[in-house]
C-alpha cells in the first residue's frame, strides 16, 4: 500500500498534467508563473503503474530489435480474462478491434458510420471528447442534459427518446459516468439500449473507467444487456486509466456485429492504422495478466483519499460534494458559494495556487462545478484541500 503514498517528481517529464498546463493556464487564464500550481485536473495518476507492466516493458526492451510486430494471442487471451474476472462479460477474441487510444477510436467510429451534418447526441455535462469529436468532423451535436440529482446524475429517458425520434444517428455514452462518476444501473442501460434500437441510433459506449469501481456499486457492460444483441453496440475499453498508463497509448473496440466490424475495418484499412506499438502490447498483456492486486489497492487508496476529501468540502460553506461511485474524479458543486466560474478560477488559481478543471469543460451544465483528480499521494491531496479552502476563505 505504501507504494501509492510515493511523491513522484514529474516536472520536468513533458507531463500534461505537470509542465503543460503552465501554457494552458497563461493562455487561458493569464497566469504569468504556474510554477507553484498544483495539478489535479487532467485524468492521469501521480502513482507509479504496477511493477509488473514495469517488468514487462523491460523485458521487452531486453530484445534490441523493434520491427513490425502483431497482437499475440497470448495477450488477447489476457484481455479475455481480465473481463471475465472483473466484469463476468465474455468477449469474443475475433471481435476486439485495436486502437491507439480511445478518443482516436470514437473519432474513427462516428467517421465510419455518420456523415457530416448528422446528429450525434451526448448526455452533458460529459467529457469534452464527446463534443470536440463530432464538433471537428462537422456532425450536429446534440447535447441533453442530465438531471442533477443529490450530486449525482440522472436520464430523463423522454427527453432523450424525444431527440432520437427527431432523427439522430449515434449516442456517445460515457459508462462508468465521467465527471459524475456515475456507475449507470441496468435499468438505465437496458432503457437506453431499447431506445437505440428503437431508433435504429449507433450506440457508442465508452467504458475506459469500467475498472475503477467502488465498493457498493458494480459496472455493467453495455454489451452484457439483455437485448444488446439487436442493437449497434461498439464499446471502447483500455487499460489506461485502470493502469495509469496513457502515455503508452492503447485501446480496443469490442465490436459482435459483424457488419459493423467489417466496416470498422475498412475505415481502419483506409488510415492505414496499425494495431499496437510492441510497448504498449507488452504492458496491455502484463496488467492485465497480473495487475488485479494492484488494482485492488489502487481503488482502496483511491477511496480513502476521497473520504478524506469528502469530509473536508462538505465542511466549506456553499460546497457539497458527494462521493463517486467510480473514477478517480470528484465533482464539486460549489454553486451554493455564488461565485461565477472565471471568480472560482481565478481563486483557486491566483489565491489556492490549485490547477482544477472548471465545470463547464463538460458542457453549460457543468456550471457552478469543479473536477478534482485525487488520484495522488495522500499527502498531495491534503496540500490539494487546504490550497481549496485558502481559496475560498
Ligand atoms: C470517458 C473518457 N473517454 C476517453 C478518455 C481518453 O481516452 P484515451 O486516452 O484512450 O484516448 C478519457 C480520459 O479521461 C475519458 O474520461
Known amino acids: ?107 474513427s467510429i462516428l467517421e465510419t458510420f455518420t456523415q457530416p451534418g448528422d446528429k450525434v447526441c451526448i448526455s452533458t455535462p460529459v467529457y469534452p471528447a464527446f463534443t470536440n469529436i463530432p464538433t471537428a468532423q462537422k456532425r450536429t451535436l446534440v447535447a441533453v442534459d442530465l438531471v442533477q440529482s443529490e450530486n449525482s446524475f440522472k436520464y430523463d429517458f423522454s427527453v432523450l427518446e424525444e431527440q432520437f425520434k427527431a432523427g439522430v444517428k449515434a449516442y456517445i455514452l460515457c459508462s462508468p459516468h465521467n465527471p459524475g462518476g456515475v456507475v449507470w444501473s441496468k435499468e438505465d442501460l437496458e432503457q437506453i439500449v431499447k431506445l437505440c434500437i428503437k431508433y435504429d441510433v449507433l450506440l457508442v459506449s465508452d467504458e475506459i473507467h469500467a475498472d475503477i469501481v467502488f465498493e457498493g456499486a458494480k459496472h455493467i457492460p453495455t454489451l452484457t444487456i439483455e437485448g444488446a444483441e439487436q442493437a449497434k453496440i461498439v464499446t471502447c475499453i483500455a487499460p489506461t486509466k485502470t493502469f495509469n498508463m496513457a502515455g503508452l497509448h492503447a485501446a480496443m473496440m469490442v465490436v459482435p456485429n459483424d457488419e459493423l466490424r467489417a466496416k470498422l475495418i475498412e475505415n481502419r484499412n483506409a488510415h492505414g492504422q496499425e494495431d499496437l506499438n510492441i510497448l504498449a502490447a507488452s504492458a496491455l498483456k502484463a496488467a492485465y495478466e497480473d495487475g488485479d492486486e494492484w488494482l485492488a489497492e489502487m481503488i482502496q487508496y483511491v477511496s480513502n483519499n476521497m473520504d478524506y476529501v469528502v469530509e473536508e468540502l462538505n465542511k466549506l460553506e456553499g460546497v457539497i460534494v458527494t462521493k463517486p461511485q467510480s473514477t478517480y474524479l470528484i465533482w464539486i458543486d460549489y454553486r451554493g458559494t455564488g461565485l461565477t466560474e472565471s471568480e472560482m478560477m481565478h481563486r483557486i488559481l491566483e489565491v489556492g495556487r490549485l490547477a482544477l478543471e472548471p465545470g463547464t469543460k463538460y458542457g453549460e451544465a457543468g456550471n457552478g462545478f469543479l473536477r478534482m483528480n485525487v488520484a495522488c499521494p495522500f499527502d498531495t491531496v491534503k496540500d490539494g484541500v487546504e490550497r481549496f479552502k485558502k481559496s475560498l476563505y
Not at 15 to 42: G, H
Not at 78 to 90: K, M
Not at 97 to 107: E, M, Q
Open 1 to 107: 500500500m505504501s507504494s501509492f503514498n510515493q511523491i513522484y517528481n514529474r516536472k520536468n517529464t513533458n507531463s500534461l498534467k505537470w509542465d503543460q498546463f503552465k501554457d494552458r493556464l497563461k493562455a487561458k487564464y493569464n497566469v504569468e508563473d504556474a510554477s507553484d500550481i498544483l495539478p489535479m485536473w487532467v485524468a492521469d495518476m501521480d502513482f507509479a503503474v504496477p511493477e509488473v507492466i514495469i517488468n514487462a516493458v523491460k523485458q521487452r526492451l531486453d530484445h534490441p530489435v523493434f520491427g513490425y510486430s502483431y497482437i499475440s494471442d497470448e495477450c488477447k487471451t489476457a484481455i479475455q480474462n481480465w473481463f471475465i474476472r472483473h466484469h463476468n462479460w465474455h468477449i469474443d477474441k475475433n471481435t476486439i478491434l485495436f486502437h491507439h487510444g480511445v478518443v482516436p477510436a470514437l473519432a
